[in-house]
């Protein structure tokens, strides 16, 4: 399995920034850890993909988030980061970071308990 521990999460004005971050670490059946991301969840809503990364460094960003947000990844330490600058009150959800482990022969899908994110205006 793969676990997941995240943390940075918390209360901050709208315009500032926060950094998440997300440790994965894979036992048992796991080979390696392939794109890992953020998802968030807001009040009332689905929940939806903030960002992702590969393995390789390539991401890919939600629309609203693009240019104020920035994943980045430490293969060596299966870490991911997520700068969050310039925070609107509308980021204000719960994030979770999600991460796929590789069996060797398929994939299996694995979240975090979530950190809060609350931006005031």
């Known amino acids: 399995q793969v676990r997941l521990v995240e943390s940075g999460g918390g209360l901050v004005q709208a315009g500032g920034s926060l950094r998440l971050s997300c440790a994965a670490s894979?036992?048992?059946?796991?080979?390696?850890?392939?794109?890992m991301g953020w998802y968030r969840q807001a009040l009332g809503k689905e929940r939806e993909l903030v960002a992702s990364?590969?393995?390789?460094?390539?991401?890919r960003y939600e629309d609203s988030v693009r240019g104020r947000f920035t994943i980045s990844r430490d293969n060596a330490k299966n870490t991911i980061y997520l700068q969050m600058n310039s925070l609107k009150s509308e980021d204000t959800a719960d994030y979770f970071c999600?991460?796929?482990?590789?069996?060797?022969?398929?994939?299996?899908?694995?979240w975090g308990q979530g950190t809060q994110v609350t931006v005031s205006s």
């Open positions: 999600n991460a796929r482990g590789w069996t060797g022969r398929l994939w299996i899908e694995y």
């Open positions: 894979a036992s048992g059946i796991i080979d390696s850890i392939g794109i």
């Open positions: 990364i590969s393995s390789g460094g390539t991401s």
